[in-house]
């Protein structure tokens, strides 16, 4: 059959033919759905950039609000730590002829705990950046005070941020 001659043009035309069917397809439709879903995606990560931008501003200007958001992510933190840790014992009390429904759940607790821990390690982070904006401030407050140079404020605004 490979030493066929007829077998060979017709893969030869198959090719021909299944390459100009790609270019048609990936030039038209496929080029036009990745730019529309590329752009889709640029526009959502500047909009949560912009959105922890502010939550990171505001959070370095309440000193109170700060504190609460470190308690949370201290009870998240330790909660995923021992939902896993519950999870993994369990997994090791369970015995093998137990019905693979209950591993399969004891799986799926341990993914949802993981993702717990992520969710409170971005926080923390978050919850640092707002930190370090608000100790650079107060430094610079402190700074300016020592210096003698007096920053203008706006009405009922205290002198030394809270």
Do not use: C
């Not at 909660?79 to 799986?107: D, E, G, H, K, N």
Request: proline residues 4%; aromatic residues 6%; glycine residues 4%.
């Amino acid at each position: 059959m490979i030493q066929s001659p007829a077998w060979w043009i017709s893969a030869v035309v198959m090719g021909l033919i299944l390459n100009l069917l790609s270019n048609l397809v990936w030039g038209k439709y496929l080029d036009k759905f990745l730019s529309q879903e590329s752009e889709g995606r640029r526009k959502k990560s500047a909009e949560e950039d912009e959105k922890y931008r502010k939550e990171v501003e505001a959070l370095s200007k309440d000193p109170h609000g700060l504190i609460i958001e470190y308690i949370r992510a201290v009870v998240l933190f330790v909660s995923s730590l021992l939902v896993t840790v519950i999870m993994i014992a369990m997994l090791f009390l369970v015995p093998p002829t137990s019905s693979p429904a209950v591993l399969i759940a004891i799986s799926i607790l341990l993914v949802f705990s993981g993702g717990a821990f992520h969710r409170a390690i971005n926080r923390s982070t978050l919850l640092n950046v707002a930190n370090r904006l608000r100790r650079e401030a107060l430094d610079k407050v402190k700074e300016d005070a020592t210096a003698g140079i007096v920053t203008p404020r706006k009405e009922g605004e205290a002198a030394i941020p809270e």
